[in-house]
């Protein structure tokens, strides 16, 4: 699927955007440093019952000197991606809850933006997705926290 400059410079902006509203309004509370990053793949049940495998989804919180920055993004081979940021963090020793919204959906093409919720465990695992939109993801996931 191609997608035009104008969809890709649209797509900028709203990251930029992004950027921007989680480094002055982010709620997040946290430790003085922290990190919670994850690769893995899996699959999309979208809204309408379609399913999608082989997606990949990344997601990064950092957390330094009062700074914060925390997105989420998956990726298919042909149909695009989806992504948002990640406004509130909730860890403990065994999992993690992250909140936040979905500010694109091309692979889905829900109507965003939407609330979503990335839960799972720290190490080797599970992470599912969960969107006010109706999409759910479940992936296989080694999630780095600390």
């Given at each position: 699927?191609?997608k035009?400059?104008?969809?890709?410079i649209?797509?900028?902006?709203?990251?930029?955007?992004?950027?921007i509203?989680?480094?002055?309004?982010?709620?997040m509370?946290?430790?003085?440093?922290?990190?919670?990053k994850s690769?893995g793949k899996?699959?999309?049940?979208?809204d309408?019952?379609?399913?999608?495998?082989?997606?990949?989804i990344?997601?990064?919180v950092s957390?330094?000197k009062g700074?914060?920055?925390?997105?989420?993004?998956?990726?298919h081979?042909?149909l695009?991606?989806?992504?948002?940021?990640?406004?509130?963090?909730?860890?403990?020793?065994?999992?993690?809850v992250?909140?936040?919204?979905?500010?694109?959906?091309?692979?889905?093409?829900?109507?965003t933006?939407?609330?979503?919720?990335?839960?799972?465990?720290?190490?080797?695992?599970?992470?599912r997705?969960v969107?006010d939109?109706?999409?759910?993801g479940?992936?296989t996931?080694?999630?780095k926290?600390?």
């Amino acid at each position: 699927m191609e997608k035009s400059n104008g969809t890709m410079i649209a797509f900028m902006m709203v990251a930029f955007s992004l950027v921007i509203y989680s480094i002055y309004f982010n709620q997040m509370t946290l430790a003085k440093e922290f990190e919670l990053k994850s690769v893995g793949k899996g699959d999309i049940s979208c809204d309408g019952g379609e399913s999608v495998e082989g997606v990949r989804i990344n997601f990064f919180v950092s957390y330094d000197k009062g700074t914060s920055f925390a997105e989420w993004n998956i990726d298919h081979e042909k149909l695009g991606s989806a992504g948002g940021i990640i406004t509130k963090v909730k860890t403990s020793s065994s999992g993690f809850v992250l909140k936040g919204f979905e500010a694109f959906d091309n692979i889905c093409d829900n109507q965003t933006p939407s609330d979503i919720d990335l839960s799972g465990h720290c190490g080797t695992g599970t992470v599912r997705l969960v969107s006010d939109n109706g999409n759910k993801g479940t992936f296989t996931s080694n999630v780095k926290c600390g």
